[in-house]
């Protein structure tokens, strides 16, 4: 009877009603027989059994000749499986390229918005006088002053990230901002800060095409890039797909991006500067960071490893020699986005010499795919320390559970990951705490349509 009842399930996935009927009438007969025998407290007879055997075995065989048999089952729904895997794993692919290319996409509204300013930029020339006196300011390398880099080819997004430093800070006048851009957002980004109050801070806005020192000969990313299989690696992708749209992304080709690492030769009279990037939003006056004691440390970050996913083996291979001769598997990985650089130190200890050194091994990437984290966690190795949860929330970019009671005590919120909150693609519990600082009214958004 239990295997009649496994034909009975068979025969409906093949659609097979008949079968599936007449099985469920001898499997009620055989159900009441044994009642029968219950009720009068004595053994089925083989008279009363014999009918009953014989439909069924005459059913099974039926089945069999169907190739309704187990085995048979096991290889369809194994099969099934296999397509339905198949359907969902290209369904993923599709998703996670759709995704990636939509987080790398220029909206209409700020491809419009870059052009305005421009166009702004190139017929006032009262913007350009503006912004020539505050790139001529003493404050510039004023060292009793609290100094920010910010390195963006983002107009909004970098104008958030001053604006609400500024909004948040107990001496605004004393806060320097160094933003630097590409020589395609270099007329934009100057008009925005010419044309904005940021209460008394002064910022200047350089441009990274004018930096003649950053070339092939000196910097390990530029002169791979030149390399024909390198090209091909970043350009045509991966053959594996779920990876290779990432491989594609300009942002791990752009100087901008590996601009980080070469700090102390973009500001040679600074001493201490904070990093932030232009995915981030701040909420609390950032200045006591410079009050922190990094005991001789060069980097001030907050650490990431509260899930055991975010130490060193998350990023690098520690399959290789060089690696896994060099570093702790286990030790604690750190977030780029608010970071405390000690100038000093990182001269002293000449950081950027190690920064090349881990790139030039890496030229056939062995060590580590794509990114700045992982040759960050390489560079900075026993020279971070950690700072305070509490100054660096992250993952607002992906992550729809953060905890909302540390987002509100966060001095910065980091929206890391794909869903930026000037995209549509923004996670709507997140975006507020960004939105507040952008104007909205300002006649340039609403020319451009962004809302």
């Not at 990876?243 to 030769?265: D, G, T, V």
């Not at 507020?432 to 600082?437: A, L, Q, R």
Request: net charge neutral; proline share 4%; with cysteine.
């Amino acid at each position: 009877m239990t295997l009649a009842k496994a034909y009975v399930v068979i025969a409906k996935e093949n659609n097979n009603l008949q079968l599936a009927w007449d099985f469920s009438a001898q499997i009620r007969g055989c159900q009441l027989l044994l009642s029968k025998a219950a009720t009068r407290g004595s053994e089925v007879t083989m008279e009363e059994a014999e009918p009953i055997i014989r439909q069924l075995s005459l059913l099974i065989y039926q089945a069999k000749e169907l190739h309704y048999d187990s085995a048979t089952m096991i290889m369809k729904l194994k099969a099934q499986i296999q397509a339905l895997e198949d359907r969902a794993n290209a369904a993923t692919i599709q998703s996670t390229t759709f995704g990636q290319l939509a987080a790398e996409a220029v909206p209409k509204g700020l491809y419009c918005f870059g052009t305005m300013l421009s166009k702004e930029w190139s017929k006032i020339h009262k913007l350009q006088k503006y912004m020539d006196q505050q790139n001529l300011s003493p404050k510039l390398t004023d060292k009793k002053l609290y100094h920010f880099c910010v390195f963006s080819d983002n107009v909004l997004a970098t104008s958030v990230v001053v604006n609400s430093t500024v909004q948040n800070a107990d001496h605004p006048e004393q806060l320097v901002f160094h933003v630097v851009t590409d020589e395609i957002n270099h007329g934009a980004m100057q008009a925005w800060f010419a044309m904005n109050d940021y209460r008394g801070a002064t910022i200047e806005v350089q441009n990274v095409d004018d930096f003649n020192w950053l070339n092939a000969s000196y910097v390990p990313v530029l002169k791979q890039l030149r390399d024909e299989e390198t090209q091909s690696y970043y350009f045509k992708g991966s053959p594996d797909m779920k990876s290779a749209i990432k491989f594609r992304n300009p942002k791990y080709l752009s100087m901008l991006n590996h601009l980080r690492f070469y700090i102390p030769e973009v500001y040679p009279a600074l001493e201490k500067v904070v990093f932030l990037d232009d995915d981030v939003v701040v909420q609390k006056d950032l200045t006591p960071l410079y009050s922190i004691d990094l005991h001789g440390n060069v980097n001030g970050a907050v650490e990431t490893c509260l899930e055991t996913f975010h130490r060193y083996h998350k990023y690098l291979n520690f399959s290789h020699p060089m690696i896994r001769s060099h570093f702790d598997a286990d030790a604690c990985g750190w977030a780029f986005g608010m970071n405390v650089f000690d100038l000093v130190a990182w001269k002293k200890l000449n950081v950027t010499s190690r920064y090349h050194y881990w790139q030039e091994q890496n030229v056939d990437r062995t060590l580590w795919k794509l990114g700045t984290l992982p040759p960050g966690l390489l560079t900075f190795y026993g020279l971070t320390e950690p700072l305070d949860r509490r100054w660096h929330i992250l993952g607002l970019g992906y992550d729809p559970n953060v905890d909302m009671q540390l987002i509100e005590s966060g001095a910065v919120l980091h929206y890391n990951g794909n869903m930026k909150p000037w995209l549509k693609l923004a996670m709507n519990r997140y975006k507020p705490f960004w939105e507040k600082y952008v104007n909205y009214l300002h006649p340039l958004l609403r020319k451009c349509n962004i809302h």
